[in-house]
């Protein structure tokens, strides 16, 4: 036995207001309903008599956020020169817990505002004067950039 068409139709107005909740933005909150509702089609054969309907529908819609996030997440960090960089010039890749300590870097930047990512990135290199005429900015600009970007690595570094 299966759940029915209009059993599926009666759960709709829940996982609105839910995805609603979790992305803030009505139009992505209906495309991941529908991501759900197809996905919930598509495997209904693992959904067992007796179960609650709205709650495996409202873990498959939470499953397809954070699946999304992680995804958007990675994607952020993807070609960011201090993984590249890190990758080049060193033996960080033999070692599985210092690879995970250059993606948590990595992707800590990738949220970082670009300025601040572009300052950071560039003091590995770069000396202040260096960078603010890179930049063409003053050198105080430049340590000002710098100081937030570190003190948000920091902030992330905790949680």
Known sequence: MTFSDSELRGEIPY???????????????????????????????????????????????RNL??????RSINQKHIGLPLTDELMRTSQIHCDPLAMLFVEDVARSLALLPQEQRRAVI??????????????????????????????????????
């Open 122 to 159: 560039q003091a590995m290199n770069y000396s202040y004067d260096e960078i603010a005429a890179n930049e063409n900015v003053p050198v105080g600009t430049i340590r000002s950039r710098l100081s937030r970007g570190r003190a948000a690595l920091r902030l992330l570094s905790e949680k």
């Open 15 to 61: 996982l609105r207001r839910y995805a609603r909740s979790l992305v803030h933005n009505s139009t992505d909150a209906d495309d991941l309903v529908q991501d759900c509702l197809l996905r919930a089609i598509d495997k209904k054969h693992l959904w067992c008599d007796g179960t609650n309907l709205r709650a495996w529908l409202t873990t498959i819609l």
């Open 65 to 70: 956020y954070v699946n999304g996030v992680r």
